[in-house]
């Protein structure tokens, strides 16, 4: 028997029933709303917390670099938690992290201590990195022709986070007036734990011996075609998102503009993030992941054109309505690509893999912005996001010429 037959084989074994299908899917929606608030919070506050309670106003979004670094330190080891236990007890891991993450958060504002609200940013980061993983969650136990819907459909929930996460902010902001923030962090600890109890509900199915056992060498993995265009357009995507996005909020402060202006401009910009994943999946099954995954790219660079245009709160919310749309085909496109590099006992390791790659990068654009905003402004954050976006766009056209001619798994 080949090893196509083998995987196809595997995959028709681990099928859930369609009711099942429906009940995770709804669960890691809801799931997905209700975390996504919580990392919205993050990026609305962490540049204004980080510029209130930091030794210097270069450290000011720092706390947003921490968010990420926490990405990319508890992806891999949530995904052996995965590998070995199943999805569901690294869910919950990651929930008790956004749990942590709100209760520091607030004691990091009263206390006014600029190092514990890093750390508690690191917790956060390690829950959305967690969360990243629904959309792989969706896609187990479906069938292959309607995996790339599934996965877009739980990312679709963002739209209610795109709502909720700076609704959350504006409404709790003052509430405890000698500690502006402290009650939004609360808040967001009461959130997660509530995304908790709805994740007890998935059913997935368990890791199997051969799962366990992990397949072949990441390395023969990674040097596929296919998984070169996934990591490079969703490392890219992702990167970029949060380079503009780390600075938009502080830059809209330093040129004038309300906190309630770049709330409403962050809602609007997760709201273009998740919004299209009601039929991103289709168009990636008509057009490809590849096409949509460029498309994105090309949509982000379109972005960073309008924000050089001017610094009026409209020019503000334009770019970072295209920078979401721009997100959601780069990131989805490129996830739709890592499905199709991996054998169904592969899949725990290779995406945990892919999710480390993007989240390193995003290290790198988030630790940058902060410097380059608060040394030479704005524009500058803009210009310099051209370059990796370019590279990023040459990357993906070879390596899917390079598709072309590849083994399929």
């Known amino acids: 028997m080949s090893n196509n037959t083998t995987a196809a084989t595997q995959d028709f074994a681990t099928l859930l029933p369609e009711n099942v299908q429906r009940g995770n899917i ?24 980080g510029e209130a309670l930091a030794p210097s106003p270069m450290l000011a979004t720092l706390p947003i670099s921490i968010f990420v670094v926490g990405m990319a330190a508890c992806i891999l080891p949530v995904g052996k938690v995965a590998q070995r236990h199943g999805r569901r007890a690294a869910f919950l891991v990651g929930t008790g992290a956004g749990v942590l993450t709100g209760l520091l958060a ?63 902010v504006t409404w709790t902001m003052d509430w405890w007036p000698p500690h502006m923030f402290a009650a939004t962090f609360l808040v967001q600890a009461l959130v997660a734990l509530l995304s908790a109890f709805i994740l007890l509900g998935v059913k997935l199915p368990m890791p199997t011996v051969t799962e ?65 994943s009601f039929f991103t999946g289709s168009l990636i099954t008509r057009f490809g992941a590849g096409r949509v995954a ?23 919310w334009v770019t970072l309505v295209l920078l979401g749309l721009g997100w959601n085909f780069g990131f989805l496109g490129a996830s739709a690509l890592v499905l199709e590099c991996h054998r169904p006992e592969e899949k725990t390791r290779v995406q945990s893999l892919n999710d480390f790659i993007v989240f390193g990068l995003m290290a790198v654009g988030s630790f940058s912005s902060g410097g380059l905003l608060s040394a030479y402004g704005w524009d500058t954050v803009l210009w310099v996001s051209f370059i990796p976006l370019a590279l990023a766009v040459v990357a993906l056209w070879v390596a899917m010429r390079r598709q072309s001619s590849a083994v399929v798994v």
Not at 128 to 155: H, I, N, P
Request: glycine fraction near 12%.
């Open 26 to 49: 709804w669960r890691l929606v809801i799931a997905q709303a209700l975390a996504g608030a919580n990392s919205v919070v993050v990026y609305a506050t962490g540049a204004i917390v």
């Open 106 to 168: 607030m004691l990091a504002v009263m206390m006014g201590s600029f190092w514990l609200f890093c750390l508690a940013t690191f917790f956060g980061g390690g829950y959305a990195a967690v969360v990243l993983s629904f959309r792989f969650a969706a896609a187990d136990g479906v069938e292959k022709a309607r995996r790339a819907r599934a996965l877009s459909l739980v990312m679709a929930g963002g739209v209610a986070a795109g709502v909720i996460g700076p609704q959350l």
């Open 212 to 276: 366990i056992a992990g397949g072949r060498p990441l390395a023969q993995i990674a040097r596929q075609p296919r998984f070169i265009a996934a990591a490079i357009s969703g490392a890219v995507s992702y990167m970029l998102m949060n380079f503009l996005m780390t600075a938009a909020p502080l830059a809209m402060h330093l040129c004038g503009h309300s906190q309630e202006a770049a709330n409403l401009g962050l809602q609007w910009h997760v709201i273009a993030m998740y919004a299209p």
């Open 294 to 316: 460029t498309a994105g790219l090309l949509l982000t660079g379109i972005s960073a054109a309008v924000g050089l245009t001017g610094i009026d709160v409209a020019h503000f």
